[in-house]
């Protein structure tokens, strides 16, 4: 109860208890500011820490900005994948880094790392083909961060000599709406794992890398189209410089070599109608294709059917058809036809070793365009060299019929006025000076008659027994000093068997080869005459066969001519020189072979 004092009620003393004392003046502020100053110092604590991050975060972000930039700067393929793994590798700080471009088949036909010591690759074998964490990434294209990349389902462990490796961090790389390859990141420097935002960079520069490699790979294949197109440039000229068909073709090898990156190439001809080809030219290693004709492989053979290009893991699939083997040392192929229209003239084929990169298919089109105006710039060449050759025919024979219808026809009139005068006059001498005359216009107007057959043979090569006939007394003949004039008489092209031709073309060298060497003459007349035998007269001018002169290839002639059932007769001319008639039979009936099949 309130008891009632002097100064009024007072409190009781339970109640005074509970009265809170006042504060004092002097100590209340100093409790308040100690407490503000340490809210003051956790706030400015709180501040300088988030300016930390924003300083961090925009050094970050330079740094991101500056290997965009960095990844950007070149045009050279090679060197932009090496600038995207280097990037990476200092952006997240890791130790090691990698870039595994990705094959056809999902398989990594490249694979570019950083931060491996020199001579440590050599160390590790081969390198990854996309198995084990690596093929992770391939399979499911999606950011992958590990702490410790051992401890995953698919690792299958390193190869020896291998560094260790912990943490990891993969991102594909997508060049439009397909994947390019994957960054594999591993090792952070300092320790620890990477974190949600090296992740989020590392996604960023994945991006920008995939536009770069767009157009790094654009310029590439625009570099090689140019590259492809000067080579074709390069051919074009050689056939239009009338280049013969093999210097062409050994053109076409060589810069297919050096275009494809690889180390052999060859330019196989066919199909023949037998469905052989032959090895015309070839650029490289050697293969060790055999001179004539093979039976190609099931490759092969697909390429001249299907006019498509063909790859193979080996040139197995288009030689196996060698007598010789199928070359060794040798790994992927290409073949591409060689085709004008449809008709398919030959195949083009390029070989890496046996570890080299596949070819990818981005570089058959390339080839198969190469392999195609190629053929098509041989078979212009081809028409272009037959048009001459028709021009030089006509021209020749226009040049025969003028001296036929011309020349000649003049000659014998005036042979004949002569003769006519020559009987009309009393000296014997001038008769004897006509008839000279006139013999040697008959000679002329015979040499005039070889120069016409000359001009409808000379291009003829092997053809005719004619052609081979003139080649064989002229190679006799040459650097003699001799004159040499060859007749003929009757078909000979078409009424002397093949098997008989050999026979005639040693005789005549054998008999205008006694003339050069024996009988002192200055010139020999080869005659060869067919009818129901075929006859060859060699007549020289000179002294006549010397007694002593060793007659062993007399024999021979005159036991070929015994074995076909004819003769051999050498006689003295009565006026100095000799004649060797050698003849044999020919057949009655004509079965239809002929010289010129020879």
Request: proline letters at 6%; a negative charge.
């Amino acid at each position: 109860m309130p008891v009632r004092g002097r100064h009024g009620t007072v409190p009781d003393v339970d109640q005074a208890r509970v009265i809170p004392e006042e504060p004092d003046a002097r100590t209340g502020p100093v409790v308040s500011g100690v407490l503000a100053g340490l809210r003051l110092d956790e706030l400015l604590g709180e501040v300088q820490e988030r300016l930390g991050q924003i300083v961090a975060a925009r050094d970050r972000m330079q740094s991101l900005l500056d290997a965009v930039l960095a990844v950007a700067a070149g045009l050279e393929l090679e060197t932009t994948l090496r600038r995207i793994v280097q990037a990476a590798v200092d952006l997240v700080d890791a130790r090691y880094g990698a870039l595994g471009v990705l094959a056809p088949d999902g398989s990594i036909s490249r694979f570019i790392d950083v931060g491996l010591h020199p001579g440590e690759r050599e160390t590790l074998g081969p390198p990854p083909t996309g198995k084990g964490l690596l093929g992770q990434l391939i399979l499911d294209p999606e950011p992958l961060r590990l702490a410790d990349l051992t401890a995953h389902p698919s690792s299958v462990g390193f190869p020896a000599n291998h560094p260790p490796m912990h943490s990891f961090l993969g991102v594909p790389v997508r060049v439009r709406d397909s994947v390019y390859g994957n960054l594999y990141l591993t090792e952070r420097i300092g320790g620890g794992e990477f974190t949600a935002d090296d992740e989020v960079v590392l996604q960023a520069l994945a991006a920008a890398a995939g536009i770069a490699v767009q157009n790094a790979d654009l310029f590439e294949q625009g570099r090689v189209r140019q590259m492809w197109l000067e080579a074709l440039g390069e051919v074009r000229g050689e056939v239009l410089a009338g280049a013969p068909d093999a210097d062409v073709l050994r053109l076409v090898a060589t810069r297919t070599l050096e275009l494809t990156g690889s180390v052999a190439a060859v330019v196989l001809l066919g199909p023949d109608d037998d469905g052989c080809f032959r090895f015309a030219s070839g650029a490289g290693a050697a293969l060790g294709i055999p001179a004539g004709t093979f039976h190609p492989g099931a490759e092969l053979e697909e390429v001249a059917e299907s006019r498509n290009p063909v790859l193979a893991e080996s040139p197995a699939a288009f030689l196996d058809g060698l007598g010789t083997g199928v070359p060794k040392g040798f790994g992927p192929s290409v073949a591409a036809p060689m085709r004008f229209g449809e008709r398919v003239t030959g195949v083009l084929m390029a070989l890496r070793a046996v570890d080299a990169e596949p070819y990818l298919p981005s570089a058959v089109p390339l080839l198969t365009s190469f392999a195609e105006q190629a053929a098509l710039a041989l078979d212009l060449a081809e028409k272009s060299r037959a048009q001459r050759q028709l021009d030089v025919y006509a021209d020749r024979d226009r040049i025969a019929r003028d001296l036929h219808d011309h020349v000649i026809q003049r000659l014998y009139a005036t042979g004949l006025k002569l003769q006519s005068t020559a009987r009309r006059a009393a000296h014997p001498d001038v008769q004897e000076r006509i008839q000279q005359a006139v013999g040697e216009l008959d000679e002329t107007v015979r040499e005039i008659r070889t120069s016409i057959f000359d001009l409808h043979t000379a291009d003829q090569g092997d053809a005719g027994l004619r052609r081979r006939l003139l080649d064989t007394v002229e190679d006799v003949v040459a650097d003699s000093g001799m004159a040499s004039s060859v007749r003929t008489s009757g078909p000979v092209d078409t009424l002397v068997p093949v098997d008989l031709v050999p026979h005639v073309l040693a005789a005549v060298r054998e008999a205008t080869s006694n003339a050069v060497r024996h009988s002192g003459g200055r010139s020999v007349t080869v005659t060869l005459e067919a009818a129901a035998d075929l006859v060859l007269q060699v007549v020289d001018d000179g002294t006549g066969l010397p007694d002593d002169v060793a007659r062993s290839g007399l024999r021979n002639l005159a036991d070929r001519a015994e074995e076909l059932g004819g003769s051999l007769e050498v006689r003295r001319r009565p006026g100095g020189g000799t004649r060797l008639t050698w003849c044999a039979p020919l057949p009655e009936e004509y079965d239809g072979r002929s010289a010129s099949a020879g």
